[in-house]
């Protein structure tokens, strides 16, 4: 039997503690809280929590979701100070925050008797809600409970090494993310300003150099998929204000690292322009349509 803990139950959150609740043993319980109490409501067959250690004190195995690193510090300094040291728990922190903050918080958890695992996820809410994320994991092996829990919401894993690596990875893919999305967006800007078809033009850098994800599977420009982002007014896609969240850890954590990030310096600068001009909920592919906008 496991007892198992959520916190967090937002746009992400709540889709994954729905699988566990779906996907868990019977004998299994599911323990819950989020700062908004009618999340909660929302998950059938879980515990409703009314407060965050009161999570910890029921459960083996608690995962977390939240937006940032001073709300992971937040909750953790409650649970280290309410936790006891009977049996070793486990927390799986989810959220991607700075690698700072992670690794202070599994020292502290550590120095209590816990343990505690980066697992940051790729997949969006469409992942969450089918059971599909990916799972970038701090740990230099997944088994036992951690696997259990994590395949309970997800289908890849990867161990990535040792505590905070699941972030590293999870940065640097988005970083990736971050850049490529740019340079897609401006060279389907630039191919639309020199006359080209972008059907065709969608087509051909499908199978050449130029593709990416951001060219076969969120095309920017809208019509050459109905399924991407920008066929749908750009909406219900990776939102620029989390590319932009994501974009400014990976430069963070650079920094921490005492490495040089060329196109870092003024990459940020993009989505904080899309931001401040109303755009931040929209898909991050949004830059293209303003790049038509300002020729
Ligand atoms: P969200 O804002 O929708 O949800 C966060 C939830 O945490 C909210 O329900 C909020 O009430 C709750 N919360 C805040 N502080 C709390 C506290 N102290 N105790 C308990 N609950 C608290 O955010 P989200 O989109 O679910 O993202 C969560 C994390 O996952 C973020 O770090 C984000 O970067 C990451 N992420 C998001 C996506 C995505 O597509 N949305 C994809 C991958 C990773």
């Keep these: ?15 994954m503690a729905r699988n566990i609740a779906a996907k868990m043993k019977p004998s299994d319980t599911l323990h819950v809280f989020d700062v908004a109490p009618a999340q909660a409501d929302l998950v059938p067959g879980a515990i409703k929590a009314s407060r965050v250690s009161e999570v910890a004190a029921n459960a083996d195995t608690v995962i977390t979701m939240l937006p940032m690193g001073k709300h992971v510090s937040g909750v953790f300094n409650e649970i280290v ?14 959220s991607t925050i700075d690698i700072a903050t992670s690794r202070a918080v599994a020292s502290k958890v550590a120095a209590a008797g816990h343990r505690f695992v980066d697992a940051p996820v790729s997949g969006g809410t469409a992942g969450a809600k089918a059971g599909t994320l990916t799972f970038m994991v701090g740990a230099p092996e997944i088994e036992g409970s951690l696997q259990v829990a994590l395949e309970l919401m997800g289908k890849r894993l990867f161990a990535c090494g040792q505590q905070s690596s699941g972030l590293a990875a999870k ?23 020199l006359g080209l078809d972008l059907a065709t033009f969608s087509q051909l850098v499908d199978v050449s150099s130029g593709q990416s994800w951001s ?45 040089d990030l060329p196109l870092g310096k003024h990459a940020p600068a993009v989505y904080t322009a899309l931001s401040e001009a109303g755009l931040g909920k929209k898909d991050m592919s949004i830059l293209y349509k303003t790049l038509l906008d300002h020729k």
């Design 1 to 15: 039997m496991t007892r198992f803990g959520f916190i967090g139950l937002g746009a992400m959150g709540l889709n």
């Design 81 to 94: 100070a309410a936790v006891g040291r009977d049996g070793q728990k486990q927390f799986i922190d989810s």
């Design 171 to 193: 940065l640097a893919n988005n970083y990736i993310l971050a850049l490529t999305n740019l340079a897609t967006s401006e060279g389907f800007a630039l191919a639309k300003h």
């Design 215 to 259: 060219s076969r599977v969120n095309n920017p420009v809208p019509g050459v998929d109905a399924n991407t982002p920008s066929s749908r007014d750009y909406e219900n896609g990776f939102a620029v204000d989390l590319c932009r969240k994501d974009l400014l850890l990976a430069v963070e954590a650079a920094q921490g690292a005492a490495m």
